[in-house]
């Protein structure tokens, strides 16, 4: 896994077992646990289980997720690249911040670090992402990062116990 660095003095790094407190605040959140595999409610066994799955990802090359970090090591948040679909050509990316570490630029300087690293040094040929219509956060990221939306995909997501639409968004290797 490697370290990176991202905009506005953040890093993405690899997991440890000191982001107990992300992954706890994370599992607080109204949403986060809805859309990812962070464990809600949390207990420590929990945590330290969904440090360790990520750990794998790599290992098992699924993917890479890492910690966004602030110029001062605080943990704020997520951003992973999957690659289920390498052998199609393309890989989705995903990113989540804490309550604590929002409105700081977190989410779009990580998303911009893993979209560099992701197209120049993997050279995967296309990103994507999918967002909730409502969450425009979210979608302001995905436009400030460059990505492009393509269109809505109706009923697309499983987020808690109903389906989702979502909007989806890419970008291509040469239009970096």
């Known amino acids: 896994m490697p370290e990176l660095a991202a905009g506005g003095g953040f890093t993405l790094r690899p997991w440890r077992l000191s982001d107990l407190t992300l992954v706890r605040e994370a599992s607080e959140d109204d949403y986060i646990p809805l859309i990812?595999?962070?464990?809600?409610?949390?207990?420590?066994?929990?945590?330290?289980?969904?440090?360790?799955?990520?750990?794998?990802?790599?290992?098992?090359?699924?993917?890479?997720?890492?910690?966004?970090?602030?110029?001062?090591?605080?943990?704020?948040?997520?951003?992973?690249?999957?690659?289920?679909?390498?052998?199609?050509?393309?890989?989705?990316?995903?990113?989540?911040?804490?309550?604590?570490?929002?409105?700081?630029?977190?989410?779009?300087?990580?998303?911009?670090?893993?979209?560099?690293?992701?197209?120049?040094?993997l050279r995967i040929p296309r990103l994507e992402l999918w967002v909730e219509p409502w969450n425009t956060a979210s979608l302001r990221t995905a436009e400030r990062a460059g990505f492009r939306r393509e269109g809505l995909l109706r009923k697309w997501q499983q987020v808690g116990d109903e389906r989702r639409d979502v909007f989806m968004y890419s970008l291509l290797n040469d239009e970096l």
């Open 36 to 121: 990812t595999t962070v464990p809600s409610p949390y207990s420590e066994p929990a945590g330290v289980a969904f440090i360790e799955r990520q750990w794998g990802r790599a290992t098992t090359r699924a993917g890479y997720t890492f910690v966004i970090v602030t110029s001062d090591d605080r943990p704020v948040g997520q951003v992973g690249l999957w690659l289920r679909d390498l052998a199609q050509g393309r890989a989705s990316l995903g990113y989540w911040v804490v309550k604590s570490g929002r409105r700081q630029g977190a989410a779009v300087a990580a998303l911009d670090a893993v979209v560099g690293w992701a197209l120049r040094d």
